[in-house]
C-alpha cells in the first residue's frame, strides 16, 4: 500500500513556475513507477509525464515537452514536477499516481494509488 500527498500548487501568473510535490509512505517507493496527471473542469484526466522506478527513464505529453521536468528522490520518497513556462491552459488540479510493476503508462487505469490532488491555476 502506498499513500500519496502532492503539494506545491498555487495561482501564478503565465510565463511562471511551479514545483510541485508528491510525498509518498512506505519503503518501497523505488518499486513504483509514478506519474503525473491532471484534470482541468469539465475535462477527462489526462497524462502529464512519468518515471521509472529508478528515475533512469521518463516520459512527457507533447503538450508539456520543453516545459516541465518529472523527477524523484527515492531516499526521500518524494515525486517532484518543476513546471516553467506556464500557461492558462496548464490550469487543472494535478495528480500524482503510484504504477506496479515498473514501467511507464500513459493510462490512468493502470496506476494504482493516486494522490488527492493540488490545484494549479495560471492567469492570463
Known amino acids: 500500500q502506498v499513500q500519496l500527498v502532492e503539494s506545491g500548487g498555487g495561482l501564478v501568473q503565465a510565463g511562471d513556475s511551479l514545483r510541485l510535490s508528491c510525498a509518498a509512505s512506505g519503503r518501497t517507493f523505488s518499486t513504483y513507477a509514478m506519474g503525473w496527471f491532471r484534470q482541468a473542469p469539465g475535462k477527462e484526466r489526462e497524462f502529464v509525464a512519468g518515471?521509472?522506478?529508478?528515475?533512469?527513464?521518463?516520459y512527457y505529453a507533447d503538450s508539456v515537452k520543453g516545459r516541465f521536468t518529472i523527477s524523484r528522490d527515492n531516499a526521500k520518497n518524494t515525486l517532484y514536477l518543476q513546471m516553467n513556462s506556464l500557461k492558462p491552459e496548464d490550469t487543472a488540479v494535478y495528480y500524482c499516481?503510484?504504477?506496479?510493476?515498473?514501467?511507464?503508462?500513459?493510462?490512468?487505469?493502470?496506476?494504482?494509488?493516486w494522490g488527492q490532488g493540488t490545484q494549479v491555476t495560471v492567469s492570463s
Open positions: 499516481a503510484a504504477k506496479s510493476p515498473l514501467g511507464i503508462s500513459v493510462v490512468a487505469a493502470r496506476y494504482d494509488y
Open positions: 518515471i521509472s522506478g529508478s528515475g533512469g527513464s521518463t
